[in-house]
């Protein structure tokens, strides 16, 4: 595929932590905010740029009214175009991503505004017993992120631990790996390498009201010692809340255009899109999906993992890029080991966050940035979704 798809804006909130900063906002608003930030990012407003928005979101039931979220955005923002909402898991993003580059082939649209957006502390709790009433008996209201876990289905911590048995990652190599997410995000942070991709938020929490500038989730003090003595959750052998990501609020948006459009403008191209592509496997199969989607759109592009300067897989759990790049390298050690070396070098998701419906935005321009400071490269993003599907995308600097 020609290279023909061009970033010319990306941005995203710091993420909250559960029943934090941003616990008091509407996901609307938030997602309006960090939008907003990306039509004006690059010193002219875009908002008249835009032939669509595509907007993903999980957990849609956080919202006021749990309907066309995408176009309760776009109107906030003053955009009257289509809007396409999309729900696929932590997946959505990415998949809305990839609509935009289908209506950007077929030459239906040259232009179009991606976002994604969960804010998971707003997530309501939910009974069916109102409705028609209850005669007699409690009331019981169901907590749908308590644990995430689909209708015969194991929970989601479950899989990653079953995956990780399966690819024989030990438990101590996957706390190491989540403590390494926080200590790798606390030096990027230093650096100030998360200054391109943020867009301080003001927030009000309770009484106090104050400008929302880091993610504040991650704890680069931990050890590995104190990770390790945290229980197993949900019925999984290794998954605990030392090695997964909390629940978390955030959301995310990109600008992308046709690289004509894009010059004819006179906008800066931040990255281009090589290549995106979807996967899906057994429904267990979320810690190596995110392989198999890598592997399906480096096939596309005629590459190999070798020709990726860096990758990005959301640490959806600390398992999913331990498994992913573990079939990436082969099942050598030498090689898995060269690979984790240029995997989540800012970290990841578990010191992060991991605000289902944004994540996938999150970790490509976490990639696309630091390929620029690197002084260009390209590299792969790929996220797991629930029930396993997978998105890829293959991104040049």
């Known amino acids: ?32 905010h960090t939008a907003r930030a990306a039509l004006e990012a690059s010193g002219r407003d875009l908002v008249g740029e835009i032939d669509q928005m595509f907007v993903g979101n999980c957990i849609s039931s956080a919202f006021e009214t749990a309907s066309v979220t995408g176009r309760q955005i ?13 729900d696929t898991a932590c997946c959505s993003p990415l998949t809305a991503l990839r609509m ?71 438990k101590r190599m996957i706390d190491t790996f989540a403590l390494g997410s926080h200590l790798k995000w606390a030096d990027a942070r230093d650096a100030g390498k998360f200054d391109d991709e943020i867009a301080p938020i003001r927030v009000r929490k309770g009484r106090q009201e104050y400008l929302f500038t880091e993610d504040e989730m991650p704890r680069p003090h931990a050890s590995v010692a104190r990770i390790a003595m945290l229980p197993p959750v949900f019925g999984a052998k290794t998954t605990t809340a030392g090695n997964a990501p909390g629940l978390n609020d955030g959301a995310t948006a990109m600008i ?37 989607a890598i592997e399906k759109v480096l096939e596309r592009s005629s590459m190999s993992i070798d020709d990726m300067d860096l990758i990005e897989i959301n640490e959806a759990f600390a398992a999913m ?54 002084g260009g490269g390209q590299g792969v993003a790929a996220i797991c979704g629930g029930l396993t599907q997978g998105e890829a995308v293959i991104i040049k600097a």
Do not use: C
Request: charged share 20%; net charge negative; no cysteine.
């Open 1 to 32: 595929m020609p290279e023909t798809f061009a970033i010319v804006s990306a941005k995203r909130s710091p993420f909250g932590k559960y029943l934090g900063s941003l616990s008091e906002m509407e996901p609307l608003d938030l997602a309006a």
């Open 74 to 86: 776009g109107l906030s923002l003053g955009l009257d175009v289509f809007t396409t909402t999309l």
């Open 100 to 170: 935009a580059l289908w209506g950007m082939r077929l030459g239906e649209i040259s232009s179009a505004l991606v976002v994604g957006v969960d804010v998971m502390s707003r997530t309501a709790h939910v009974t069916r017993q109102a409705r028609s009433g209850t005669r007699i008996g409690a009331l019981v209201l169901v907590d749908p992120i308590f644990p995430i876990i689909y209708p015969g289905y194991s929970s989601v911590a479950v899989d990653a631990s079953d995956g990780a048995e399966k690819y024989d990652v030990p």
């Open 256 to 292: 992308v255009m046709t690289r004509e459009r894009a010059e004819r403008l006179g906008l800066e191209v931040l990255g281009t899109i090589v290549e995106a592509a979807g996967e899906t496997d057994r429904p267990d199969g979320i810690s190596w999906i995110p392989a198999h």
């Open 321 to 374: 890029p331990l498994v992913s790049t573990k079939i990436l390298a082969g099942g050598d050690e030498g090689r898995w080991h060269e690979l984790l070396g240029r995997t989540n070098v800012n970290g990841g998701a578990v010191a992060i966050g991991h605000p289902v419906g944004a994540s996938g935005l999150r970790i490509t321009m976490t990639l696309m940035y630091e390929l620029r400071r690197r």
